[in-house]
Every structure is written in C-alpha cells, then in structure tokens.
Nanobody
Framework: QVLLKESGGGSVQPGGSLRLSCAAS????????MAWFRQAPGKEPQWVSSIRTDDTPRAPNSVKDRFTISKDKDKGEIYLQMNSLKPEDSAVYYC????????????????????RGQGTQVTVSS
C-alpha cells in the first residue's frame, strides 16, 4: 500500500525552481510530522524541511531561504517549493511522515520517519 507518493521532480538549470508535491491523506498530514528528505548518490538521507501538525515549518540553514514547505490539509498533500536551485541540490527527494516529539517538534533524522514515499529525482545542471 502506497501511503505517500511524490511528484514534480525533474531537470532544471541552476537558479531555477521546482515544486514537489506529496500525495498523502488528510489523516496523515493532520496526525504526523511531515517532512522532506533528500539523498544524493553515496550519501545518507538529509533532512530538507518539516512541518508540524500545527503547520509550523522548519528547515536547515542550508535551504531555509530557498525552500518552503507547505501543507494542504483538505487535499492531504504536502509541497516543497524550491527556488534558486544549485547543482548540490541534486538528489532523490523523499516525502516522509513520522510521530512528533512530546513537545510537538518534528525530528530531523531519517530514522524517525517510518512512512516514506518512493522518491522523485531532482537534477540541477547546466
């Protein structure tokens, strides 16, 4: 059973933009932390953005000025708007869902997310 399905990946030139979508469900996006991770060849999955059940977003400094995570609860979807893309942003991007900490904060490690999509490839190259 596919619980998360990503779309929107592709090839883009440096400086370009892409918008990734993740089809989930109303229950998932309302109950779990939703996050985007990426994995480049030969590297571990890297946290890109997450959004809490109360819609609070969070992202690492490396992308927070360029990437924006959002949620549509009615559609049960998650999005990642990526601007000013760089070659080092090239990777397979995964949508993931996981339980939050007791504080409500979302974890930033791959192992905390046990519901994962199959990924969508993003390639940034001239």
């Amino acid at each position: 059973q596919v619980l998360l399905k990503e779309s929107g990946g592709g090839s883009v030139q440096p400086g370009g933009s892409l918008r990734l979508s993740c089809a989930a469900s109303k229950d998932l996006v309302s109950t779990y932390c939703m996050a985007w991770f990426r994995q480049a060849p030969g590297k571990e999955p890297q946290w890109v953005s997450s959004i809490r059940t109360d819609d609070t977003p969070r992202a690492p400094n490396s992308v927070k000025d360029r990437f924006t995570i959002s949620k549509d609860k009615d559609k049960g979807e998650i999005y990642l708007q990526m601007n000013s893309l760089k070659p080092e942003d090239s990777a397979v991007y995964y949508c993931a869902a996981g339980m939050s900490a007791r504080s409500g904060m979302c974890y930033t490690v791959w192992s905390a997310y046990n519901i994962r999509g199959q990924g969508t490839q993003v390639t940034v190259s001239s």
